[in-house]
């Protein structure tokens, strides 16, 4: 089973290695000490963790949909011409970025400091690891 560090948790929760170690202490999340007496918190146990605090950021919308790939956020860009814009979100710890047009744009009151809901619908997503975590 992968197990991490507080610091890699930490990273990948976009949060200090202090809330990590909080969450640990106050029993949130489980630490254990791996061989080189590090605390360390099993991987299972870590993305069921993210999953729940993930929930916190609820979809404001009210609309019923099929794709599953909601990131809630704020607007902190938009470039527009006559036909076309670029609309940046940032949803936590992802910039997100669509290209739409710029009526689009008006008819939604897209501005910096908006907040919005960036849903994504593929038919497919890669999935990449960075090694052998077991």
């Not at 809630?72 to 970025?97: F, I, K, N, S, W």
């Amino acid at each position: 089973m992968p197990q991490y560090r507080v610091s890699e948790a930490a990273n990948l929760l976009g949060v200090s290695d202090d809330t990590v170690r909080r969450w640990i202490d106050g029993g949130q999340l489980t630490g254990h000490r791996d061989q080189a007496g590090r605390r360390v918190v099993d991987g299972a146990e870590l993305a069921a963790f993210a999953r729940e605090q993930a929930r916190s950021a609820a979809d404001p919308s009210t609309v019923g949909r099929s794709a599953r790939n909601r990131f809630v956020g704020l607007v902190t860009e938009v470039t527009a011409d006559r036909v076309m814009a670029q609309v940046e979100l940032q949803c936590g710890p992802h910039r997100v970025v669509s290209l739409m047009s710029t009526e689009a744009v008006r008819e939604l009151g897209l501005r910096p400091g908006v907040l919005a809901v960036a849903v994504v619908k593929s038919t497919q997503v890669v999935v990449e690891t960075p090694g052998d975590r077991s």
